[in-house]
């Protein structure tokens, strides 16, 4: 098979798996009974399954492409645009340690490392930037302190993100795997 052959087997299969993880986008659920507002999908399971077929960088550009097609299509505005740019980020936290300890044959140290990865940089994220958009762009109000919040909300929805997201690839991967060609 030749260079621009694979190439654009994989411009399509990192399109299809976008596709895909946008549709998945639109299926969310609370985890935390007291944060609501904070809602699981599992889109990751498409972009990490994509980053196993193309790479860390077809990864990324799945995140990215799902997240933009996101904002365009629920036309969710500014509160959209930043909460579609922390998914990105909390992608890419996540899909860069798993699929680098998973090509490694390393299956758990994937999993701590992409939960650790996620639950740290989503935290950090959400305390110096993303909250603070939120409230001084989209107004919105917190009932407790903003270090509360990341200790209360958003620590333990990473964590808890992190292995259902882990937990559903190691149930889909092995399933789908030998349905099309895998680096």
């Known amino acids: 098979m030749g260079k621009s052959t694979y190439k654009f087997q994989a411009i399509v299969g990192v399109s299809i798996f976008a ?3 946008t549709i998945l986008m639109f299926f969310e659920f609370p985890i935390l009974i007291w944060m609501p507002f904070l809602k699981v999908d599992l889109s990751d399971v498409v972009t990490i399954i994509g980053t196993f077929a193309y790479g860390p960088v077809g990864g990324i550009l799945i995140a990215l492409i799902k997240s933009m097609v996101h904002v365009i299509v629920t036309g969710s505005g500014v509160a959209g645009l930043i909460g579609n740019g922390a998914a990105f980020v909390g992608s890419v936290s996540l899909l860069i340690p798993f699929n680098y300890f998973w090509k490694k044959d390393q299956r758990t140290l994937a999993i701590i490392g992409g939960t650790a990865s996620m639950t740290i940089i989503m935290s950090i994220l959400n305390y110096l930037v993303v909250m603070p958009l939120y409230m001084n762009v989209v107004g919105m109000k917190l009932n407790m302190s ?5 200790a209360t909300g958003v620590i333990p929805f990473n964590i808890v993100k992190a292995l259902i997201l882990s ?6 991967y092995p399933r789908i795997k030998g349905h099309f060609a895998i680096k």
């Open 19 to 21: 596709a895909l993880g």
């Open 146 to 150: 903003l270090a509360q919040y990341v």
């Open 167 to 172: 937990a559903a690839v190691i149930i889909v």
